[in-house]
């Protein structure tokens, strides 16, 4: 069926799986004929790609789909959908089905291919749609995507999420883990690298634990994806420390596309609040890692996720993960206020920390972990490092930006025009807590 001339705009919030989901569905959209417009406002369908994970994420969305009820007023056939991680969980629903009357199609992470299909009979009927699954059995099979750039992608390469930390509403909203097969995760890559693609991001909720049917761990599949050819760059997120083999470290030593870089979230530097959190591991077998890791690649970059004021967090304990950011010298760090997440096991803990408690350790983690990214960056400066260029820099005209293989953000200058997906090499001539500054030299 032709739907000539309609537009869509997609809202994502959350992770870099939510970011691929959309992707996703804005490729399914333009197989409809659909054309993506910037403006909400001109959207005949608009998609909110929701996440559960923050509460602030919770309320940005509900106060976005009040939004929307006026201009479904101006325009009946105006038809607003809602999907991703929130409508997973029944409570969400009801709430959308009680109070957000205007919405026309639910459905969630586990339903996503159906979208079309429910589109088409929203339009054909007139009625609502919603299509929600609690944990498909089936690996998705991943469709024509429409990539925000052309010489990078996200691929997933597993779905789901089989640990239940105690604060976490990801098993809940995703399902249990499966992996796609080694044997259709490279095929896609092949076929992206065809496309002009030089580097992908691997996507999981725990990429450590990819396993497929015959048997291939992770680091077989990050050996396998070295030998494609034409492929520049390999990156993975988001990695358990719990999971991260000796085969994965060995893998940084070995092949040559896989970036210096890794996101390894620790949580907490505080053992009795790891095991609160059931993460499976502590302080000192993190630490562990991270050596292991720096003696194979030495100058690999390390980031992580960090959750301030978990339930029972003692101000010790926050010492003890201040002393661990000191000690790790992180390259930049996620870091977190804990809000509780209806139906997670920590929601229900007695303990909760009282919110200024919670905001003044925040203050404390944001300027330890600025001072460490600063001191990283600061190793940079005079260096040449090699840059594949992501486009014109969003902050200053005429420069252009892109990042290293250690993920570094670097706004340069060049005399001659560039293009997207090009490798230069940079001086570095100057370091900021989250960039790098610097000028284009020849090779
Ligand atoms: S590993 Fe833990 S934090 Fe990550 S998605 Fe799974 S449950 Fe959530």
Redesign the pocket.
């Known amino acids: 069926m032709s739907l000539l001339s309609k537009n869509y705009h997609i809202i994502t919030y959350g992770c870099q799986m939510n970011e691929h989901d959309s992707e996703n569905i804005a490729g399914m959209l333009e197989a409809l004929d659909y054309s993506h417009t910037p403006n909400p406002e001109e959207a005949d369908v608009v998609v909110m790609n929701t996440c559960s994970?923050r509460e602030h994420a919770d309320k940005r969305f509900f106060g976005m789909l009040g939004q929307f009820k006026k201009q479904k007023k101006n325009n009946p056939d105006f038809i607003i959908c809602v999907c991703g991680c929130m409508p997973q969980q029944p409570h969400i629903v009801e709430e959308i089905r009680k109070s957000f009357s205007w919405v026309d199609i639910v459905f969630g992470t586990q339903t996503i291919a159906e979208f079309p299909n429910l589109l088409m009979e929203r339009i054909r009927t007139g009625k609502k749609q919603f299509s929600i699954i609690a944990n498909n059995e089936e690996i998705p099979e991943e469709k024509e995507s429409k990539r925000e750039f052309k010489h990078k992608a996200l691929v997933n390469i597993t779905y789901g999420?089989?640990?239940?930390?105690t604060?976490?509403?990801?098993?809940y909203t995703?399902g249990r883990e499966k992996s796609r097969s080694l044997r259709a995760v490279k095929q896609e890559i092949i076929n992206l690298v065809k496309d002009g693609v030089k580097e992908v991001m691997l996507l999981g909720?725990?990429v450590n634990s990819f396993r497929d049917a015959d048997g291939n761990n992770f680091a077989a599949l990050i050996r396998s994806l070295d030998e494609v050819e034409g492929l520049e760059r390999i990156r993975f997120m988001?990695s358990?420390p719990k999971d991260l083999s000796d085969e994965l470290i060995a893998c940084f030593g070995d092949c040559k596309k896989l970036c210096h870089n890794i996101h390894l979230?620790v949580?907490s530097g505080s053992d009795e609040v790891l095991r609160r959190?059931?993460?499976h591991y502590n302080r000192q077998r993190y630490m562990e890692i991270v050596e292991k890791l720096r003696a194979t690649c030495p100058d690999l970059s390390i980031s992580t996720?960090i959750i301030v004021g978990f339930p029972g967090e003692t101000e010790e304990d926050f010492l003890d993960t201040l002393s661990l950011v000191r000690e790790v010298e992180y390259d930049s760090a996620f870091t977190f206020i804990y809000s509780p997440r209806v139906g997670t096991p920590a929601a229900k803990y007695d303990d909760q920390i009282p919110e200024k408690i919670k905001h003044d350790r925040f203050d404390r983690l944001v300027e330890d972990v600025n001072r460490c990214s600063a001191k990283k960056n600061s190793e940079y400066l005079g260096r040449i490092v090699t840059v594949l260029v992501d486009g014109p820099s969003k902050n200053d005209t005429g420069a252009w930006s892109g990042r290293t293989d250690t993920f570094k953000l670097v706004n340069f200058t060049s005399e001659e025009p560039l293009t997207e997906g090009q490798m230069v090499s940079v001086r570095i001539t100057e370091t900021k807590t989250f960039s790098l500054d610097g000028e284009k030299v020849d090779a």
């Not at 999420?161 to 930390?165: G, Q």
């Open positions: 994970v999420c089989n640990n239940f930390c604060y976490c509403i990801v098993p995703r909720q725990n988001t358990h979230p949580q959190m059931n993460r996720d």
